[in-house]
């Protein structure tokens, strides 16, 4: 009973500091991409756009993801009912981005308000067990933050995918040439993900797939509005019934599992200097030449990526898929784009992870000595 106490104190509290704080006239409280949306890409922007607006309220984890399938739901049947009101265009068969971004986060504090009842409080889930996460992101000296991450604990709540096992998604994205792409993967590759046709069955099947079709609708989109944006990116899908980590990743951004102390390399970087990456660009017509650094035709120094329109076919999007059994004797795993890792060595951020949870533990960590943009999440 005290623990069942605890943790509806806990949601009590910020139910109440929510309503205290509610700016319902602020028009743009959450990051919104330029392009416009189709029906097949509402839900991924739903649950972006949920998530950036809870995290800025300092919504407890355990509720993000009951209060984002409560949003998807209602928003979907408003899409349907008026969807002028949710900025739909019937012309174009699109929905104004801004608009519909509004009309969600006015969603989020409907829902939000609603369980300052103490009645509808109790029917809420409690907190599931999971492991403690950090994440950080710096822009430093850039004029544009262009990296994105996200992190979804319940991932199977959240997409209403149907499988008693729990999951967790993290990811990281890299943009390059706009944000655009990022902003696009960061909402969309959990989504194709979750919507696969091989998902939950065949995860790293699924993974591929997602990766697939996020460059494909990417690309579509950039060809109609003339988006030249890029993105490298790194998700774990963590299965702990399963005892099982997924990890996929394009380019240069990486991920690392510690296991007993040692650092256990999960990503091989995607970069023109790799011999099988230079002779796979090669023999696709491509070259690699060297300008500060190797580089795809002599601009780009990722040889994977999702988008960059001007660099396919080779800079692909297909993505390496690696599973990793779990042994129960893994402390933790962190994944970040080239900010981290072109400055900080896997045993520096090893021993600087280690560092924090016994000095401060649940405090962000990694991002003092990192270069100008830069995202990482830690799973402790």
């Known amino acids: 009973m005290a623990d069942i106490q605890d943790y509806l104190t806990v949601y009590r509290r910020f139910f109440e500091e929510f309503a205290t704080t509610v700016d319902p006239d602020d028009q743009l409280p959450v990051k919104v991409a330029g392009y416009y949306l189709c029906d097949s890409e509402l839900v991924g922007e739903i649950v972006d756009w949920t998530y950036q607006y809870l995290n800025q309220k300092c919504c407890p984890s355990s509720l993000m993801a009951p209060l984002t399938k409560i949003v998807i739901d209602e928003i979907k049947f408003a899409c349907k009912k008026q969807p002028t009101a949710c900025g739909y265009r019937s012309s174009e068969n699109t929905y104004q981005p801004l608009r519909l971004m509004q009309v969600v986060t006015g969603k989020v504090n409907e829902v939000c308000l609603r369980y300052c009842d103490n009645g509808k409080l109790a029917?809420?889930?409690?907190?599931?067990p999971g492991p403690p996460i950090s994440s950080c992101a710096i822009k430093n000296t850039r004029r544009c933050m262009e990296d994105r991450h996200v992190i979804i604990e319940d991932f199977h709540t959240v997409f209403n995918v149907q499988d008693r096992s729990p999951a967790s998604y993290y990811?990281?994205?890299?943009?390059?040439?706009?944000?655009?792409?990022?902003?696009?993967s960061v909402s969309h590759l959990h989504q194709f993900l979750a919507e696969s046709s091989f998902y939950p069955t065949d995860p790293e099947?699924?993974?591929?797939?997602?990766?697939?079709?996020?460059?494909?609708?990417?690309?579509?989109?950039?060809?109609r509005e003339n988006l030249k944006s890029g993105t490298t990116a790194v998700c774990a899908l963590l299965r702990p019934k399963e005892k099982m980590l997924y990890v996929a990743w394009l380019g240069d951004s990486q991920a690392f599992l510690v296991r007993n102390g040692q650092a256990v390399k999960v990503v091989n970087p995607h970069k023109p200097d790799r011999q099988d990456e230079r002779e796979r660009i090669e023999d696709m017509g491509g070259c690699v030449l060297f300008w500060g650094t190797w580089r795809v035709n002599g601009q780009l120094a990722v040889s994977r990526a999702i988008g960059d329109m001007a660099y396919k076919p080779y800079v692909t999007a297909d993505p390496d898929v690696t599973a990793v059994p779990l042994n129960g004797t893994e402390d933790f795993l962190v994944l970040a784009c080239d900010g981290l890792w072109d400055f900080v060595?896997?045993?520096?951020?090893?021993?600087?992870v280690y560092q924090q949870i016994y000095e401060a533990p649940g405090r962000n960590m990694l991002c003092?000595?990192?270069?100008?943009?830069q995202e990482s999440v830690v799973d402790v």
């Not at 390059?176 to 696009?184: F, I, P, Q």
């Not at 060595?345 to 600087?352: K, M, P, S």
């Not at 003092?368 to 943009?373: G, M, Q």
């Open 123 to 128: 029917t809420l889930p409690p907190p599931s």
């Open 171 to 184: 990811a990281v994205f890299d943009g390059h040439a706009g944000t655009d792409a990022a902003m696009y």
């Open 205 to 223: 099947r699924a993974l591929k797939d997602a990766f697939s079709r996020t460059d494909s609708l990417f690309l579509e989109k950039s060809n």
């Open 345 to 352: 060595t896997e045993q520096e951020a090893l021993v600087a």
């Open 368 to 373: 003092a000595n990192c270069s100008e943009n």
